[in-house]
């Protein structure tokens, strides 16, 4: 059932989005939001064929950077991502807040590591990491924010209309309810 979600949710996030400088239309954000907030530890079962279709349809680097891609968004995004989402769990925080905040962080920690990435590619490093940095920030803090919005509504109306199959990952407190 997490798989299933995970993928739903991402495919919901990926296909709501528009075409941004430093991104394509269709990259794994939502898979990455959706894995933080739900499991990381199916992330992989669906990001490498998705990065292989991205590679042979859309190019985003093509083949090439499929491992540099596969870690900056099936792994670091995610898994900073999902120890947030546990430590705020473990925190009670309210879930609209855990959401949005997972949200947020999985699209900076995978713009940061490719960012790093691309510096360590076309170097110098620092001078390449302030550029790559100031390029991302410019697109992706917004995006972030709006995507960690939308993933709340989301999810608070997936917990009101379906609470059957949020139950386990955010169970309802009266707090929350208020």
Same mark, same amino acid.
């Not at 064929?49 to 950077?65: K, M, N």
């Not at 709006?146 to 309802?172: M, N, S």
């Given at each position: 059932?997490?798989?299933?979600?995970?993928?739903?949710?991402?495919?919901?996030?990926?296909?709501?989005?528009?075409?941004?400088?430093?991104?394509?239309?269709?990259?794994?954000?939502?898979?990455?939001?959706?894995?933080?907030?739900?499991? #990381?530890?199916? /992330?992989?079962?669906?990001? $490498?064929?998705?990065?292989?279709?991205? %590679?042979?349809?859309?190019?985003?680097?093509?083949?090439?950077?499929?491992? %540099? /891609?596969?870690?900056?968004?099936? #792994?670091?995004?995610?898994?900073?991502?999902?120890?947030?989402?546990?430590?705020?769990?473990?925190?009670?925080?309210?879930?609209?807040?855990?959401?949005?905040?997972?949200? =947020?962080?999985?699209?900076?920690?995978?713009?940061?590591?490719? %960012?790093?990435?691309?510096?360590?590619?076309?170097?110098?490093?620092? $001078?390449?990491?302030?550029? =790559?940095?100031?390029? =991302?920030?410019?697109?992706?803090?917004?995006?972030?924010?709006?995507?960690?919005?939308? =993933? %709340?509504?989301?999810? $608070?109306?997936?917990?009101?209309?379906?609470?059957?199959?949020?139950?386990?990952?955010?169970?309802?407190?009266?707090?929350?309810?208020?």
């Amino acid at each position: 059932m997490k798989p299933a979600l995970v993928a739903a949710c991402g495919l919901a996030v990926l296909f709501a989005r528009g075409t941004i400088a430093s991104g394509p239309p269709l990259d794994l954000r939502g898979y990455m939001d959706s894995s933080g907030a739900i499991t #990381v530890h199916h /992330n992989g079962q669906s990001v $490498d064929p998705y990065f292989a279709l991205q %590679a042979l349809l859309l190019a985003h680097g093509g083949f090439t950077t499929m491992g %540099a /891609n596969v870690f900056s968004m099936g #792994v670091a995004g995610p898994f900073v991502a999902y120890m947030a989402f546990k430590a705020m769990t473990k925190a009670r925080v309210r879930t609209s807040v855990k959401v949005f905040i997972t949200v =947020f962080l999985a699209g900076m920690v995978t713009y940061i590591t490719t %960012a790093v990435q691309l510096a360590l590619a076309y170097g110098p490093f620092e $001078d390449s990491l302030i550029s =790559f940095l100031a390029v =991302f920030a410019i697109t992706q803090i917004p995006l972030g924010i709006v995507e960690g919005i939308l =993933f %709340a509504i989301f999810i $608070d109306y997936l917990e009101r209309a379906r609470p059957d199959l949020t139950e386990k990952v955010f169970p309802r407190r009266v707090k929350d309810e208020a």
